[in-house]
């Protein structure tokens, strides 16, 4: 990966739906050249997807919580990871160090249905029990790149 691999890649960060003349442009590039760089990145793996960012604000949902799952037994992060995938409530998870297994950023309309999606995680066959914290009110969110 070199300077031009990581303006491509800052690039689509910014907008996925970027142009191959607009990532072309930012990294100094023809759009085709752009073009074959973005694929090669994207058969390498370095890119492993490109998505839309929905704003939950807009879906009305605004309540937030921190979920710590435990697990049963010792599942692999990939098995978790299905687990937890079709729940689109979980807008983030991790595998974390401590006692927890995973730690969940979960986002809901309202706490009746951060319930309802709570307990869909706690049905997951891989969860053995939760521990949740609700979020007042965010002090610090920065924007990652």
């Known amino acids: 990966m070199d300077a031009v691999d990581e303006e491509i890649i800052r ?12 990532i072309g442009e930012a990294a100094g590039l023809s759009a085709p050249a752009a073009k ?10 370095a890119i492993r997807g ?12 605004r309540t937030e919580a921190f979920v710590e799952v435990y697990c049963k037994g010792n599942p692999s992060p990939a098995e978790l990871r299905r687990n937890l995938d079709e729940i689109p409530e979980v807008v983030e998870a991790c595998t974390v160090s401590g006692a927890a297994d ?17 307990q869909r995680v706690r049905e997951a066959p ?12 965010r002090l ?6």
Do not use: K
């Open 11 to 22: 690039c689509v960060l910014r907008n996925a739906r970027s142009t191959y003349a607009e």
């Open 36 to 45: 074959r760089r973005l694929d090669r990145l994207v058969a390498t793996g």
């Open 50 to 61: 490109f998505t839309a960012l929905i704003d939950p604000q807009t879906l009305g949902w």
């Open 102 to 118: 995973a730690m969940l950023h979960m986002l809901a309309g309202d706490i009746a249905h951060l319930e309802q999606a709570i």
């Open 126 to 137: 891989v969860i053995d029990r939760t521990e949740s914290v609700i979020v007042l009110s």
């Open 140 to 145: 610090i969110n920065r924007p990652r790149l």
